[in-house]
């Protein structure tokens, strides 16, 4: 544990503070930036352009949807980053819900028909494994969504689905490959 001394004329000006009640946020303020600027700093995670093209030509190669690259402590909750990719296809009916995990996809080439909301038809839970745990923690899988809403997201697209919302490509009709970053407030994702 740190302990902070201060100095004669600190002293006076804190003890100071302390006495006026108006004053208290401020020295509240005061304490939260001054503890902040005893501790050290979480270390950013850098992903770089040269693994996310590799990992798209291996995901391609191994024909693999979602290919988790990072997974981090965040200071309290982890963040995840994958990049997803799938080939084309269409009619498909189905949906999945991450109980745990929002995921924010953001477009990174070609375009599909993604469904989300609603409710998840024939929900049946998801065994945990080692590489669910990876990608995205606990949830169920179902065979369609009823009340959903589609629509098309093309190349730039940012997608926010919550926690506990269904959702699934519908139709690709050539390709679609997306990176995913994962909020894990409760921190079951195995770290990366």
Not at 25 to 47: D, K, R
Not at 74 to 86: E, F
Not at 142 to 164: F, H, K, T
Request: charged content about 15%.
């Amino acid at each position: 544990m740190r302990c902070l001394l201060l100095s004669g004329d600190t002293l006076a000006v804190v003890e100071s503070l302390i006495q006026r009640e108006e004053a208290m946020p401020y020295l509240i303020a005061a304490v939260i930036a001054l503890s902040q600027s005893l501790g050290s700093s979480i270390p950013a995670a850098h992903i770089t352009h040269v693994d996310i093209v590799d990992t798209t030509e291996n995901a391609i190669l191994n024909n693999a949807t979602d290919t988790p690259m990072r997974t981090i402590d965040a200071g309290g909750h982890n963040i995840g980053v994958a990049l997803a990719h799938r080939g084309p296809s269409s009619n498909v009916v189905a949906g999945t819900i991450h109980s745990e995990v929002t995921e924010i996809y953001t477009v990174l080439a070609g375009s599909g028909t993604l469904v989300t909301g609603g409710r998840l038809l024939n929900p049946k839970e998801r065994e945990i494994t080692p590489l669910r745990m990876l990608q995205s923690g606990p949830g169920w899988t179902g065979a369609g969504m009823e009340g959903a809403v589609s629509r098309e997201v093309v190349e730039g697209d940012i997608i926010v689905i919550p926690a506990g919302t269904p959702h699934y490509f519908s139709d690709v009709a050539d390709s679609i490959t997306y990176s995913i970053v994962r909020v894990d407030p409760d921190q079951i994702l195995t770290l990366k």
